[in-house]
């Protein structure tokens, strides 16, 4: 789902992350991929033009600034919507949301994504409107790819070898699956080691080709 505003090139950018990581997995035409767009059901609205809940994004979107604080959405409890929806509940699913506006969670003052293992990701283009517009996308494109690793699996709990514990799991190879606390720059590192050839590394390659394996 894409919150309504979002820029059409952005969200290209993670539709095109999503083909680069199954395709790396291996399952590019094992997984049905639905682009619902800016999604709103037919009774989105009721008699009173009022929101009904869970049937559009931009219900999700409000209850997590309504849970939220100035300019930020709640990270979190937009994570528990989509992991609490009845949609969830009929046929489950991988759930993306993509956002224009910042996110935060308990642990972090903002965060550019977040990510359940076997579940979902919420990814917002917020920290990058400011960069150059090919530049932003790129960055975009990287920064889906990290939070649709962590949703195939990365990083595995029993992994010992090229792990960090900083905020979650995360890989010490040059890889897609490093941490980067400052935005943008080490989003821009990572974005120029990914168009250099550097996405997955090799353990990070490996793990996820498994993790569909199963």
Not at 24 to 47: D, E, K, P, T
Request: hydrophobic share 40%; glycine share 6%.
């Amino acid at each position: 789902m894409v919150e309504d505003g979002v820029d059409q090139t952005h969200v290209d950018a993670v539709i095109k992350s999503i083909h680069a990581v199954t395709q790396i997995a291996g399952v590019n035409n094992a997984l049905q991929i639905n682009n619902f767009g800016v999604w709103r059901s037919h009774n989105w609205l009721n008699s009173q033009d009022q929101m009904t809940e869970w049937n559009s994004v931009d219900w999700y979107i409000e209850q997590a600034q309504v849970h939220g604080r100035h300019k930020q959405l709640h990270g979190g409890h937009l994570m528990k919507l989509l992991w609490n929806e009845p949609w969830q509940k009929m046929h489950a699913h991988y759930d993306i949301v993509i956002t224009k506006q910042d996110l935060y969670d308990e642990k972090c003052n903002f965060v550019i994504g977040l990510a359940v293992h076997r579940f979902g990701t919420i990814i917002s283009t917020n920290r990058f409107l400011n960069l150059e517009s090919e530049v932003a996308r790129e960055c975009i494109v990287t920064e889906a790819m990290h939070e649709i690793g962590h949703m195939f699996g990365l990083i595995l709990s029993t992994r010992t070898q090229c792990v960090d514990e900083s905020l979650g799991l995360h890989c010490t190879n040059k890889c897609i699956m490093r941490q980067g606390l400052s935005v943008p720059h080490d989003w821009l590192v990572f974005t120029e080691d990914r168009l250099n050839g550097f996405s997955f590394c090799d353990l990070c390659t490996r793990d996820l080709k498994r993790y569909f394996s199963k």
